[in-house]
Structure formats: structure tokens, C-alpha cells
């Protein structure tokens, strides 16, 4: 049988797996493999907004502000000592922070689409508007904790079903989704049409500007989720996560996984063998102490390879290569 791109990745997963239960006290426990689930599932959920935006031939590098803003904004404003006296109920601090992210979002959207700005340096530039709006507005501390009210958030991100984490139910669900909408729906062969010839789609009569605007909206509605999960799992969101290099891992995962850069390319089952071996790594590097700097160089040497072998693999031709650039 003939090796694809997605074999060779559950190889290695698998290899890997194996090679980290054999060699790695504590790789098997109990303990670890929740938490590595756990994490996973926040690692999936980002990867599966930043896949869509790949595929449609765009890049999200706000993701991670969206995330951290947005759920730092729904606790804030649930907070005693917030901007409303006695703090509101989380639900409505929760709906208010994710209109926030919709808004940012869909100026971000909005700038890629109407002035033709490249997706890199709008997002780029849009994650640390909204990192910097949400900090001067409502973030004054960097850990902001979550109310007593919040327990469905605590249940989501903490919780158990048949001895699954929760979070990675949402995973499945946002996974689902997603696949649906891309593969059952108009949005979804619009986005695919954008992504393999963006021209020919406009020329076909596809509305390519409110369709990327919705795009960059699912994107960042993606990322709130996947902050309300990362404060349920530790009672708290830290803007930190803003200046780490999540992104990164991220991007590991969409094109690791497969999904190409170039755009009309994957699916959401890309995602899911991507975020099976990204997270599998860096939770043996964890278990190995390799530091921060060390983590850094591996994974920037793994992307940088995965894009080559992309660029390789899934060249752009000439007609398009100038349109839509990530």
C-alpha cells in the first residue's frame, strides 16, 4: 500500500508513543495521560480555527489574543471588582467577551478582505491591537481568576465523563463541526474554491470578502472556546499566553498534520492525526525537562521542515501565486 501524508504521520505518532512509554517513567501514568489529553484538546480546538483559515489560502496569527482577551474580558466583567459593581453574571460577561472577539475578529477579516493586506502582517499586527485594547480596557492584572459562578466552566475544562476529559469531548464536537460546515455546506466549498484559486473563485461569482470575514469570526470564536477551556482547567487565564509560542504550536499542527499552506488543501482529519503527534511531543519534552529555549529550537526546526516538504509537495502555480499570500 502506498504511503500518504497522513500514514507516515500516525507512524510516527505511534513510534513515538511507544518509544515515550518505554523510555519515560511516568509517560503511562494515569495523571499524564489526562493531562496530555486535556491539553490536546485546546491544542485541537486552535488547530481546527487555524485550519480553516489555511485552507481558504489565509493565516491567523491572532489567535491566541483572541483567546486570552476574550476570556480574560468575560471574567473581568464578572468580577467583583470589575467595571460594573459587584460584578456581572458570568453568562453575560461570557457573551459580552465573545462579542468582543466577533468585533475584533471581523475588523480583522474586514482589513484582509476589502484592503487586500496580506493575512501575515494584518493578523500579525490586529493580535496585538486586540492584546493591547484588552489589557488597557478591562485585563489590569496578568492572571485574572474565574468567579464562583462559573461552574460550567470549571466542568468543561475539569470535568469527567466515563473517565474522559470533557475538553476533549468539546474537541470532537468542535472537530465535527467544523467538518461539517466545510464539506455540507455552501461557506465550506467557498472556502475550499478560495483556497486553490481565489481569482477564479471571484470571477465564478463566490462572495470571497464576506467569506472571509466570516472565516476569520469562526476563527476567533474558536479561540474564545478554547480560552473559556484553558480558565475552567485552571481557574484562571493568563495574558502571558499571549507572548508564548502557542502559536507555534499551532501551526505545527495544521501543517504537520497536512493541511498545505497553499491553500484548497485538508480537512479536519488533518487536524486531528496533527494534534495527535504535536501534542504527544511536547508532552514527552515536558517529562524530559528539555528547557524552554531547547523546546523552541526543536519545534522551530520541525516547522520549518514541515514547511519545505510543503512547499515541495503543494507548489503554487504561477496564475495564483500572487493572490491570496500567507
Known amino acids: 500500500m502506498k504511503a500518504t501524508h497522513e500514514t507516515i504521520v500516525i507512524a510516527i505518532t505511534v513510534a513515538l508513543f511507544a518509544g515515550f512509554s518505554v523510555f519515560l517513567d511516568g509517560f503511562l501514568s494515569a495523571g499524564n495521560l489526562f493531562t496530555l489529553l486535556r491539553s490536546v484538546s485546546v491544542l485541537g480546538i486552535l488547530g481546527v480555527g487555524m485550519a480553516v483559515v489555511v485552507i481558504s489560502r489565509g493565516i491567523d496569527l491572532s489567535l491566541i489574543a483572541s483567546l486570552v482577551i476574550g476570556a480574560g474580558v468575560a471574567i473581568v466583567l464578572s468580577s467583583p471588582d470589575g467595571p460594573f459593581v459587584g460584578g456581572l453574571p458570568f453568562w453575560q460577561g461570557?457573551?459580552?467577551?465573545?462579542?468582543?472577539?466577533?468585533?475584533?475578529?471581523?475588523?480583522?477579516?474586514?482589513?484582509?478582505?476589502?484592503?487586500?493586506?496580506?493575512?501575515?502582517?494584518?493578523?500579525?499586527?490586529?493580535?496585538?491591537?486586540?492584546?493591547?485594547?484588552?489589557?488597557?480596557?478591562?485585563?489590569?492584572?496578568?492572571?485574572?481568576?474565574?468567579?464562583?459562578?462559573?461552574?460550567?466552566?470549571?466542568?468543561?475544562?475539569?470535568?469527567?465523563?466515563?473517565?474522559?476529559?470533557?475538553?476533549?469531548?468539546?474537541?470532537?464536537?468542535?472537530?465535527?463541526l467544523a467538518h461539517l460546515v466545510l464539506r455540507k455546506t455552501a461557506l465550506g466549498l467557498f472556502i475550499y474554491a478560495m483556497g486553490d484559486n481565489p481569482v477564479a473563485a471571484r470571477s465564478a461569482g463566490i462572495p470571497a470578502r464576506p467569506a472571509t470575514i466570516l472565516i476569520?469570526?469562526?476563527?476567533?470564536?474558536?479561540?474564545?472556546?478554547?480560552?473559556?477551556?484553558?480558565?475552567?482547567?485552571?481557574?484562571?487565564?493568563?495574558?502571558?499566553?499571549?507572548?508564548?509560542?502557542?502559536?507555534?504550536?499551532?501551526?505545527?499542527?495544521?501543517?504537520?498534520?497536512?493541511?498545505?499552506?497553499?491553500?484548497?488543501?485538508?480537512?479536519?482529519?488533518?487536524?486531528?492525526?496533527?494534534?495527535?503527534?504535536?501534542?504527544?511531543?511536547?508532552?514527552?519534552?515536558?517529562?524530559?525537562?528539555?528547557?524552554?529555549?531547547?523546546?523552541?529550537?526543536?519545534?522551530?526546526?520541525?516547522?520549518?521542515?514541515?514547511?519545505?516538504?510543503?512547499?515541495?509537495?503543494?507548489?503554487?502555480?504561477?496564475?495564483?501565486?500572487?493572490?491570496?499570500?500567507?
Do not use: H
Not at 485585563?139 to 476529559?165: C, I, K
Not at 474564545?224 to 504550536?249: E, K, P, W
Not at 495527535?276 to 519534552?285: A, D, K, P, S, V
Open 94 to 176: 461570557a457573551l459580552l467577551g465573545l462579542v468582543f472577539v466577533v468585533v475584533a475578529t471581523a475588523v480583522t477579516g474586514a482589513i484582509i478582505a476589502y484592503a487586500d493586506i496580506p493575512a501575515v502582517f494584518t493578523t500579525l499586527a490586529m493580535g496585538s491591537v486586540i492584546y493591547g485594547a484588552g489589557r488597557v480596557l478591562f485585563l489590569r492584572s496578568e492572571a485574572n481568576y474565574l468567579p464562583e459562578d462559573a461552574g460550567w466552566v470549571f466542568t468543561l475544562g475539569r470535568g469527567q465523563v466515563f473517565g474522559l476529559p470533557i475538553s476533549v469531548i468539546c474537541f470532537i464536537c468542535v472537530l465535527a
Open 216 to 326: 476569520y469570526i469562526f476563527a476567533g470564536l474558536v479561540a474564545f472556546f478554547a480560552g473559556l477551556l484553558t480558565a475552567g482547567a485552571v481557574n484562571n487565564i493568563n495574558s502571558r499566553m499571549f507572548n508564548s509560542t502557542l502559536i507555534y504550536d499551532v501551526l505545527l499542527v495544521v501543517v504537520v498534520g497536512g493541511i498545505g499552506l497553499s491553500g484548497g488543501r485538508g480537512g479536519m482529519k488533518n487536524v486531528l492525526i496533527g494534534t495527535m503527534l504535536i501534542g504527544t511531543l511536547l508532552n514527552g519534552m515536558i517529562i524530559l525537562n528539555i528547557s524552554y529555549n531547547e523546546q523552541s529550537l526543536i519545534k522551530g526546526v520541525i516547522l520549518l521542515l514541515a514547511i519545505l516538504a510543503d512547499t515541495i509537495l503543494n507548489p503554487r502555480d504561477e496564475q495564483t501565486s500572487q493572490q491570496g499570500d500567507i
